[in-house]
């Protein structure tokens, strides 16, 4: 036999099933607090029915609330990520105004005896293309600091027109001697023009690709029918500097720099905490790009990508010719046999590839140059040691600092750099151990030691 209290209970869960499935009465008015709810409950004499429902409302009201601001905030993240700040402005700007008043921060880089050595393939050559002046500061003297022969050390940096003069008096006054530096503007590259890249061109001209990514990022958008982690998987992928020259510039190396056989091609947000040259010496067996796989690791932002990750493999070109189980690799810290490279198609598949998604309206894929250099480096990618690249650190806040200690390059891809207030505090001081703070540009522009 029942008893009462087996009653109660029993009442009480087929009357939270019809709370479940009806719909919230019109008009209910909720209390701020559960606080409020008991005093209500008691004053107006409750059933339980309605007390169940009011009390579902507020649970909704409350998750409706976290959503929105979890949503909101990584749209303050996105706008974060994509700013520049303050002080790396002014010292742009400062340095700027220095190459114009000031003929040593306009000085010949590297001086004209040194000239011979940009083309000499007995040291090792860096390449970084970049319009932050503050992170290539940092991917040099860390690189020079490092190493354990920096006289056999050649930076090439490329930088936009407007950047050019601030970059080149940075260099031009805080020498990083026995390496060598030279700095060139885009526009200073003959080979550079709209016949060479007018996939690139139609690119940054065509008004619904910028819309896309200088767009209202949420307009158009149904919040109600993705996650957060979709959202902010979306927003990384309409960062502006997609479209951005200086981001497609590496499928140009052996045209850019027909002299040389071998280059390192960094991202502006790496640091290198142990000597590189080893790289050079790494039998690439005839393969044209040495990359970290990307897809034996076990986290799932970073270390664990496959094409599946990269392509809509709805689309019938993505099906037809990619394996969405295909193993990706990183850009970032890449070893590049130009000389290999001259004898492959890859700059025409990559172009190829570019069109298409033009053409379909970027239905193939949304984000930036990895997926066409996936498509065009395919078959030509010699795995490295994932000891050379660390990434992740501007996505993870739970990377292993010990971890951090030991890679030969960190790299802070991600919406999360070290240069911005986003970034992650206890991974930030790897970073700005290789800031010179001393410097009167920087003090000046305030840009100070977290």
């Not at 107006?44 to 979890?70: G, P």
């Not at 990269?310 to 690799?329: G, T």
């Amino acid at each position: 036999m029942m008893t009462v209290r087996q009653r109660l209970v029993k009442d009480f869960y087929k009357i939270l099933n019809q709370v479940n499935a009806e719909e919230i009465p019109d008009g209910l008015k909720l209390p701020d607090s559960f606080s409020q709810l008991v005093s209500d409950m008691k004053n107006n004499q409750y059933d339980a029915k309605t007390f169940a429902f009011m009390l579902r409302a507020m649970m909704e009201k409350l998750e409706r609330e976290i959503r929105e601001s979890k949503f909101s905030e990584l749209m303050n993240k996105h706008f974060a990520a994509s700013s520049i700040p303050k002080g790396i402005h002014c010292l742009s700007l400062r340095l700027t105004d220095e190459y114009s008043s000031n003929a040593h921060a306009r000085r010949q880089l590297p001086s004209p005896e040194l000239l011979p050595v940009l083309s000499n393939n007995s040291y090792h050559h860096f390449v970084l293309s970049t319009d932050n002046i503050l992170a290539a500061s940092v991917v040099v003297t860390s690189a020079v600091q490092s190493s354990l022969e920096p006289e056999k050390i050649v930076f090439h940096i490329i930088t936009d027109k407007k950047t050019f003069a601030g970059m080149h008096s940075w260099f031009a006054l805080n020498s990083v001697s026995p390496a060598i530096v030279e700095v060139k503007g885009v526009h200073q590259f003959d080979w550079l023009t709209r016949e060479n890249v007018p996939v690139l061109e139609a690119i940054e001209d065509h008004d619904g690709i910028r819309n896309y990514y200088h767009g209202n990022h949420v307009a158009g958008a149904n919040l109600s029918d993705t996650t957060p982690r979709t959202f902010a998987s979306k927003l990384q992928a309409r960062s502006p500097k997609y479209i951005s020259l200086l981001n497609h510039l590496r499928i140009y190396l052996p045209e850019l720099f027909p002299n040389l056989d071998k280059v390192v091609f960094l991202d502006d947000d790496v640091v290198i905490q142990h000597d590189l040259s080893p790289l050079w010496e790494i039998d690439l067996q005839g393969k044209v790009n040495g990359a970290v796989e990307t897809c034996k690791g076990e986290d799932e932002w970073v270390m664990s990508k496959h094409f599946r990750n990269y392509f809509n493999f709805s689309h019938p070109l993505i099906a037809k010719h990619l394996d969405p189980d295909e193993c990706a690799w990183a850009y970032g810290m890449n070893i590049f046999d130009l000389g290999a490279w001259r004898k492959t198609n890859i700059r025409e598949k990559y172009h190829s590839w570019l069109k298409e998604n033009l053409k379909s309206n970027l239905t193939m894929w949304k984000l930036g140059t990895l997926p066409p250099a996936l498509i065009a480096f395919k078959d030509h990618v010699h795995p490295i040691d994932p000891s050379w690249h660390m990434l992740g650190l501007g996505y993870q806040s739970k990377t292993n600092v010990e971890n951090v200690k030991k890679a030969a390059v960190i790299h802070y891809n991600g919406q999360a750099k070290p240069w911005l207030q986003i970034g992650f505090e206890h991974l930030r001081p790897f970073w700005t151990k290789y800031v010179n703070y001393s410097n009167d540009f920087v003090r000046n522009c305030h840009i100070l030691e977290s």
